[in-house]
């Protein structure tokens, strides 16, 4: 079964403070995809990034930055110099690509309230 | 383009009154879904569409129906709304079963059961 555990629930920054949000997972499959969400205090849900299970490449997106280490079964999100923008519920999710109903189904975790103080 | 458009946005229900949550997308995805959203709980599906007349269960079905008579449109209804049923829901889909397409999520919808 697929899981994926967010241990962060609640991190609180300072403005310009480097934040890691952490995420682990748990799957069965050889192949998955790996997302990750934000959730602003508007409600709704924006993608930030996709990753294959083949591609452990990390990447950076602006200030935004993604670790995938297949080796710990970890996706850990960095956003760098936080802004108060930033503040929002952030989601890490699962996709199993392997065969039968499961992959048409992104197993989230209970995400990480992030805030960020002026 | 829209994307994926959900109607209500807000919604209040006494229990046991029913109601339909709609989803439309119109980016021709064959892969639509339903998921719950509560505090603490992360999303949950509820229920999913590979395409038009299939559907199946997700995690949490139980309390909800959906059917789907065209690519476009995935509603979720509720025969008989309760209180354990309050929380906001969101439909999303897909143009590929396994994850690579990515998902686009409606913008949601809160309902309250009194």
């Known amino acids: 079964a697929q899981k994926v555990t967010q241990a962060q ?8 403070e480097d934040v890691t949000l952490d995420c682990v997972y748990e799957t069965r499959d050889t192949t ?17 990034i996709r990753r294959n299970s083949f591609d452990e490449q990390n990447e950076i997106s602006g200030r935004y930055s993604w670790n995938f280490q297949k080796s710990t079964s970890s996706f850990n999100f960095t956003i760098t110099a936080s802004q108060v923008v930033d503040s929002a519920v952030y989601f890490c ?6 065969s039968g109903g499961s992959n048409y189904k992104l197993t989230f975790g209970k995400g990480t309230l992030l805030t960020v103080n002026p | 383009n829209a994307g994926v458009t959900q109607t209500p946005k807000f919604q209040v229900l006494k229990t046991g009154q029913s109601m339909t ?3 439309a997308q119109d980016m021709n995805h064959e892969y639509m879904s339903w998921y719950r ?4 709980m992360g999303l949950r599906l ?3 569409s590979v395409g038009a007349g299939i559907t199946d269960q997700g995690e949490v079905p139980n309390g909800y129906n959906v059917s789907r008579s065209t690519t476009e449109d995935f509603p979720l209804r509720l025969l008989s ?7 906001v829901y969101f439909c999303a889909s897909s143009y590929a079963p396994r994850g690579w397409g990515g998902y686009t999520f409606g913008s949601g919808t809160r309902l309250t059961v009194v």
């Open chain 2, 21 to 23: 949550l709609q989803c």
């Open chain 1, 32 to 48: 998955y995809y790996l997302f990750w969400y934000k959730q602003p205090p508007s409600g709704e849900l924006v993608f930030l």
């Open chain 2, 81 to 87: 709304a309760a209180p354990s049923q309050t929380s």
């Open chain 1, 93 to 98: 999710a699962l996709s199993e690509a392997g």
């Open chain 1, 9 to 16: 629930t609640e991190i609180s920054v300072v403005e310009k």
């Open chain 2, 46 to 48: 509820i229920h999913y």
């Open chain 2, 37 to 40: 959203q509560d505090p603490g």
